[in-house]
């Protein structure tokens, strides 16, 4: 009986090999805070199908392929602006700055040339996987929202770690840890979001201050959320 013959890859395929290369070079090396407050706009045709929203950016990141982008606390996450792709929960349609009202679709100047700085500096710097590479005081009013017995608390965000694998964590304070402030960077209080029982998502301010308040609107959006 002849051999047989090995199956050609279908060109939809992708192997699982190229997928982990991929994802090496989108892995964000280095980060720089927006301190700006420029946003980017996006869709949501759950919300509105006339009206594009502005969310704030917490920092600008340079992949390892040398990709430029901003990125932003996004449901249980940080995202880079370009892979928010659904309408129906957040489409990225480009940036915006408030200041002088303009839109624009590519990073700012000034930004990839600190980063493509810092990339080149900051190479040789390759820490185990699972240590922080850098932290940034978070300067957006991110608030973590956590499932605390039966009830939502939120619990205000105060750094930001990048980690050498490129994910990011959502540091929080304990007050029984806290013996001086301003809580900055490293301060031993800090612990990440994502090991906080209960937790869910991320809200930047306006929204954590809606549900403070109770507003009708906001809290029934969070408990669809948490459905």
Partial sequence: MAP???ATPSANVIQFPDMKKDRELQRITRIVPEHDGLCILYSHHALSREKLFAGKILCWGIQADGEVVALLPWLSGVARCRDLTDPNTGCFEGYYDPASEVIFSEPPPPK???LQTAQQLYQHKQPASGAALQELTDT?????????GQHLALFEVRTWQLLASGEFQAMLADPKKQTSTPILPGDR???AAQTQPGF?????YHIA???KAGDPIAV???ERLLE
């Fill in 112 to 114: 990839v040339a600190e």
């Fill in 140 to 148: 957006i009013g991110s608030h973590a929202a956590c499932i605390v």
């Fill in 189 to 191: 209080c800090l612990y």
């Fill in 4 to 6: 047989r013959e090995a």
């Fill in 209 to 211: 201050n809606q549900i």
């Fill in 200 to 204: 869910r998502y991320f809200f930047q």
């Fill in 220 to 222: 029934r959006a969070v």
